[in-house]
T-cell receptor, first 113, second 111 residues
Framework: DVKVTQSSRYLVKRTGEKVFLECVQD?????MFWYRQDPGLGLRLIYFSYDVKMKEKGDIPEGYSVSREKKERFSLILESASTNQTSMYLC????????????FGQGTRLTVV | KQEVTQIPAALSVPEGENLVLNCSFT??????LQWFRQDPGKGLTSLLL?????REQTSGRLNASLDKSSGRSTLYIAASQPGDSATYLC??????????FGTGTRLQVFP
């Protein structure tokens, strides 16, 4: 079975903290994505990566950075967490060349207080 | 810029009913369209993927169709069950390798 695993289901962090969200996939996929999901706004793309050490900004990259040092792992970093970053964060991956289906992790519910 | 819309936003039906969920997109130059299911507080589960060259895909009681020229896709659920209650999302992938999502249809099937 294909699998995308996010390191935490729930996180509570304080304003100003540096926060790391980790995502690992075991499918040897080239592409990996970070989305956030908010009521009424749907899923919005933060960053994506199509190869190791490569990254592209999505629609809402401000306040975030990413790291992809290994093919299977894609990390989302909140440099200085703020309350408006309270959200559900979803990681996804897919195989690039043949435009295959995307697989999602179980989500991380982040609350910044 | 691609925009994806799903109507209705919410739907409540009795068990056993056949139903159709709608998804429309503004840019017909897509590679594929994918339907997902999301249970409350959970991640997304892939249901069906339709490549741009295909007209429909079927999996069990689910059938998804794609009409690129009109910018529409539908998800048909036959003989709905309470376990089908969830939010259903469609997403279009274009030449940017990015999935553009609709805001979803929240489905409730009551016994």
């Amino acid at each position: 079975d294909v699998k995308v695993t996010q390191s935490s289901r729930y996180l509570v962090k304080r304003t100003g903290e540096k926060v790391f969200l980790e995502c690992v996939q075991d499918m040897d996929h080239e592409n990996m994505f970070w989305y956030r999901q908010d009521p009424g706004l749907g899923l919005r793309l933060i960053y994506f990566s199509y190869d190791v050490k490569m990254k592209e900004k999505g629609d809402i990259p401000e306040g975030y950075s990413v790291s992809r040092e290994k093919k299977e792992r894609f990390s989302l970093i909140l440099e200085s967490a703020s309350t408006n970053q309270t959200s559900m964060y979803l990681c996804a991956s897919n195989l690039d060349r043949v435009r295959t289906e995307a697989f999602f992790g179980q989500g991380t519910r982040l609350t910044v207080v | 810029k691609q925009e994806v819309t799903q109507i209705p936003a919410a739907l409540s039906v009795p068990e056993g009913e056949n139903l159709v969920l709608n998804c429309s997109f503004t840019d017909s130059a897509i590679y594929n369209l994918q339907w997902f299911r999301q249970d409350p507080g959970k991640g997304l589960t892939s249901l069906l993927l339709i490549q741009s060259s295909q007209r429909e895909q079927t999996s069990g009681r689910l059938n998804a169709s794609l009409d690129k020229s009109s910018g529409r896709s539908t998800l048909y659920i036959a003989a709905s069950q309470p376990g089908d209650s969830a939010t259903y999302l469609c997403a279009a992938e274009g030449n940017t390798d990015k999935l553009i999502f609709g805001t979803g249809t929240r489905l409730q099937v009551f016994p």
